[in-house]
């Protein structure tokens, strides 16, 4: 009986390490970056890291009453959100300064990214309502700005609208609005969405009915075999 017993136990613990590796390849690959909205965020001189991040896995949406970076921007309400496939980024009352006697105004600024789950695509759109540099030199920014347009404030700054930047993976940064102040290593970015070229919905780890059925018989197939061996060794003992 002690050596049925024996038995039965590491027969159990293969059972337990067969059915483990079966899970564990069910398991989805490494997760990519999350997904990922911000209201602001600025290098150089004055160095200021994402505000208001929504992150999806993580946390969103995110909403602030408010965001500044000294010396550079001050804006009214934020909200940033992120999901599976999207992310978003909408700022109000923006107010960013390009020098002592310039600065950028905008009502709303806005970016989003998506990822088609059909085309395998990931797109982005940004949008600024009553946006205008204000100061030496007026000028008007395009409400729906086409990708990566440029406009260059002479001696002060170049200003991108709807900047978007793809990754070697894939994924896409949309920037609202990106300043790059010339004769300075100091850039400002508003509004940026972050998007993967992939669904980062979670993935069950047995997807589908069919694969738990195989889980199921495969461990049934090894159950009996287990039964087998045992069965076999008791009738050598008691022959012995």
Do not use: E, W
């Not at 990822?115 to 395998?120: E, K, L, P, S």
Request: hydrophobic fraction near 45%.
């Amino acid at each position: 009986m002690r050596f049925s017993t024996r038995s039965i136990g590491r027969g159990a613990g293969a059972l337990a390490l067969a059915g483990g590796v079966l899970v564990a390849t069910a398991l989805p690959a490494a997760a990519a970056s999350p997904n990922r909205a911000y209201a602001a965020t600025s290098g150089g001189p004055i160095s200021h890291g994402p505000i208001g991040q929504a992150t999806f896995p993580g946390t969103s949406p995110v909403t602030l009453g408010s965001a500044s970076i000294s010396g550079l921007l001050t804006t009214g309400v934020v909200l940033d959100a992120a999901g599976p496939t999207s992310a978003s980024s909408t700022i109000h009352n923006v107010n960013a300064s390009l020098g002592k006697l310039v600065a950028l105004t905008a009502g709303t600024v806005h970016s989003a990214c998506s990822f088609n789950t059909n085309t395998g695509k990931v797109s982005g759109v940004a949008a600024i309502t009553n946006g205008k540099v204000v100061g030496v030199v007026p000028i008007t920014l395009n409400s729906t700005p086409p990708p990566n347009t440029k406009i260059v404030v002479p001696g002060i700054a170049t200003i991108t609208l709807n900047r978007q930047t793809t990754a070697t993976d894939g994924t896409l940064t949309v920037q609202a609005i990106h300043v790059s102040l010339l004769g300075s290593t100091q850039t400002l970015s508003i509004g940026v969405s972050v998007c993967n070229a992939a669904d980062l919905a979670p993935v069950p780890i047995l997807p589908s009915r069919s694969a738990q059925i195989a889980l199921g018989a495969v461990l049934l197939l090894m159950l009996f075999g287990l039964g087998y061996q045992v069965s076999t060794r008791r009738r050598r003992t008691a022959s012995a």
